[in-house]
Antibody
């Protein structure tokens, strides 16, 4: 069965960096992209970016450009999201989610499976 | 960027009610819309994709409709397990996505 298992909770100081991992299993890793979504306490879902597990291509949310980097390790079927220069408003639960297509001819994909979430707390 | 606006933000209803949540896009997104259910402390769960396709394993009381800029999620007969927050997501601009702000479905 498809599973996305994320790394554990992190506590960081302002200005530091955090790297969250998302280990995939139960499917062919390089056949699906991954998006990262975050959710601040009591708030809605915010798309952060996308990475192709096939070739490493990325697309990041404009507001995070320059602070976020997404990478893959195909040898371990793991996707990483690194966020730098952390601020208090980066405190959130971070989710990875697989991108799938409803059929071969579709040009756009949606999120089907999600990781369990990783709480990142930024506090001095 | 495509903006997604959900209404209402909060919906009070009772078990057995038929409820409808609306999602509007700032420009046409064809049928590239998904609906998710989220419960406290849990990851979102996919309910509907491509505006009206029911995800495998999701009860048939959930249905989606719409195309272009206006979409609806309907729960035909509300069950106790359905009280949660619901989000729409556009993927017309794949691989760039946008979520609606969410609709909290609460007990009346």
């Amino acid at each position: 069965q498809v599973q996305l298992v994320q790394s554990g909770a992190e506590v960081k100081k302002p200005g530091a960096s955090v790297k969250v991992s998302c280990k995939a299993s139960g499917y062919t890793f390089t056949s699906y992209g991954i998006t990262w979504v975050r959710q601040a306490p009591g708030q809605g879902l915010e798309w952060m970016g996308w990475i192709s597990a096939n070739n490493g291509n990325t697309n990041y949310a404009q507001k995070l450009q320059g602070r976020v980097t997404m990478t893959t390790d195909t040898s371990t079927s793991t996707v990483y999201m690194e966020l730098r220069s952390l601020r208090s408003d980066d405190t959130a639960v971070y989710y990875c989610a697989r991108v799938t297509f409803s059929n071969y001819y579709d040009s756009s994909g949606y999120n089907d499976y999600w990781g369990q979430g990783t709480l990142v707390t930024v506090s001095s | 960027d495509i903006q997604m606006t959900q209404s209402p933000s909060t919906l009070s209803a009772s078990v057995g009610d038929r409820v409808t949540i609306t999602c509007r896009a700032s420009q046409s997104i064809s049928s590239w819309l998904a609906w998710f259910q989220q419960k406290p402390g849990k990851a979102p769960k996919l309910l509907i994709y491509k505006a009206s396709s029911l995800e495998s394993g999701v009860p048939s009381r959930f249905s989606g409709s719409g195309s272009g800029t206006e979409f609806t999620l309907t729960i035909s007969s509300l069950q106790p397990d359905d009280f949660a927050t619901y989000y729409c997501q556009q993927y017309n601009s794949y691989p760039v996505y946008t979520f609606g702000q969410g609709t909290k479905l609460e007990v009346k």
